[in-house]
């Protein structure tokens, strides 16, 4: 039972990695794994290592809650923490790099401020807030961190993120007329920047919850505008989730166009868009009995392709979408193509697929057919790189303990599981035969054991034997011409 729940725990056989780990370098099996630093093997191995990293590089989830009107609720309700320490350790990391730079000296409310960013306490954090805005009322990032953690509704929220835009909108402006002075107020205008787009784009979330839909399109198209170099952040995710509410197929095509493009990163937001744009053409018509007879027409092979490219980027999204799989909150960072990434897309877009009719029997009918064109995803893939190695061990890091993470492909039972799962099962039953039946059970384990010396074969052999030592007796002691 042990070995079981540690291979769902952590993915591998308790057993192997004890003897891997500790038993083969007892018995010198590292000796002949170490390579020199500049053979081809180690180069190799850095190589596959800098591969592993970069596959497992985690982005901020662009459609990500507010802490304390959405995952704060959430705790109460349930009495379940929603996000992991190592998630929210990843944010204060976040919140360090956007919102602090090396001028905070100058200013007592910045410095407060970075601190507060490093406090792991919420209390602590909200706390050192209020001492910010006693130093400076016109402090954006305590207003910034008290709409995040204190508020408790969303219209709170945007009542101070509104607060902190007119405090940044200041900054900013004070900042660009700085900017050239010193390298210092550089990094402070890059600061200000940030702190500014993060404000905007909150508002329009804040805008978008409140269904104030076309407020929020707007706002976020004047900030792809603004600031063009931003892509990094993700806005036009943001965007393509507002106008799927509205309905506004077209303008949701022109996104996709400048962003689902083969020199950009890919997501599960634009592979999955772009398929469900394919698929609502044909959906409300799609019959699978229809279609084995006659064959797919081409506007069904292009939905069918676009459906198997976005399953073979993340193939743990179908499940969530066709509630295969229940659906938990979404954490703050994603690992793009992992489970992470696939509850965060399906949690938003669930229902923009269940709006197009057809759209998830189509889903149903053809996902699958996606595996067989990748039958090794490791190793090899069809329209993207090998499906990364990596994943489970990030997404049970970014997911909480409750939620049982998806893990592709399908990892077979070690060996050793079968192997203590037969040896514990016999041993139980025997044990169990013995305590009903003592007298049954010993009189079998005398026969088997006894079974070398009492069979046939032997028996045979010692009476031949006796016999020739009876007559060869027998004719020692009387001896006759005869014999």
């Known amino acids: 039972m042990f070995e079981w729940w540690y291979f769902h725990k952590h993915g591998t056989s308790f057993i192997e990695q004890v003897s891997v780990s500790h038993l083969r370098p007892l018995m010198g099996g590292t000796e002949s794994s170490i390579s020199e630093p500049g ?57 360090q790099t956007f919102f602090t730079c090396d001028t905070d000296f100058l200013r007592p409310s910045d410095t407060v401020m970075q601190k507060a960013w490093r406090e792991r306490n919420p209390p602590a954090r909200i706390k050192a807030a209020y001492q910010a805005l006693e130093l400076n009322n016109d402090c954006a990032t305590a207003y910034v961190l008290l709409a995040e953690e204190e508020a408790t509704t969303i219209v709170d929220a945007e009542r101070l993120f509104k607060q902190a835009l007119k405090a940044g909108e200041t900054i900013y402006r004070r900042s660009q007329q700085c900017q050239h002075q010193s390298p210092q107020h550089e990094a402070q205008l890059r600061r200000d920047t940030n702190v500014l787009v993060y404000i905007k784009r909150r508002l329009a979330m804040c805008a978008r919850k409140l269904g104030r839909i076309r407020e929020a399109v707007k706002i976020m198209r004047d900030l792809m505008k603004e600031f063009p170099p931003l892509t990094m952040v993700n806005i036009h995710e943001n965007l393509l989730e507002s106008l799927l509410e509205l309905q506004a197929y077209a303008d949701v095509q022109a996104v996709l166009a400048k962003y689902d493009d083969i020199s950009l990163p890919k997501s599960a937001a634009i592979c999955y868009t772009a398929a469900l744009l394919k698929t609502r053409t044909v959906s409300d018509k799609f019959c699978p009995e229809t279609a084995s007879r006659r064959g797919l027409s081409m506007a069904e092979i292009n939905a069918v392709e676009a459906i198997h490219r976005a399953v073979e980027f993340n193939p743990h999204v179908p499940k969530y ?10 954490p703050e960072h994603i690992l793009k193509r992992g489970d992470s990434e696939a509850i965060a897309y399906a949690f938003f877009h669930l229902q923009h697929w269940k709006r197009i009719e057809g759209a998830l029997n189509l889903l149903q009918c053809t996902w699958e057919g996606t595996f067989r064109m990748i039958p090794y995803p490791l190793e090899k893939g069809h329209l993207f790189y090998p499906y990364p190695s990596c994943t489970e061990t990030a997404d049970r890091e970014l997911l909480p303990t409750f939620h049982h993470v998806s893990v592709y492909p399908k990892k077979e039972l070690p060996f050793f599981i079968h192997f203590t799962a037969g040896l514990c099962s016999s041993t139980a039953m025997i044990a169990l035969l013995t305590h009903q039946f003592p007298e049954i059970m010993g009189v079998f384990a005398k026969a088997i054991c006894s079974e070398p010396l009492d069979s046939p074969g032997m028996t045979v052999m010692a009476e031949n034997k006796q016999n020739q030592r009876q007559l060869w007796f027998l004719a020692l002691s009387h001896p006759s011409p005869e014999c």
């Open 39 to 95: 053979s081809p093997s180690s180069n190799r191995e850095s190589e596959t290592s800098r591969q592993n990293l970069s596959e497992c590089k985690l982005w901020r989830n662009p459609l990500n809650l507010f802490r304390g009107a959405e995952y704060r609720r959430y705790t109460w309700v349930t009495g379940k923490e929603p996000l992991t320490y190592y998630d929210m350790n990843l944010s204060a990391q976040d919140h």
């Open 321 to 330: 979408l066709l509630e295969m799989k229940s659906l938990i909150l979404p």
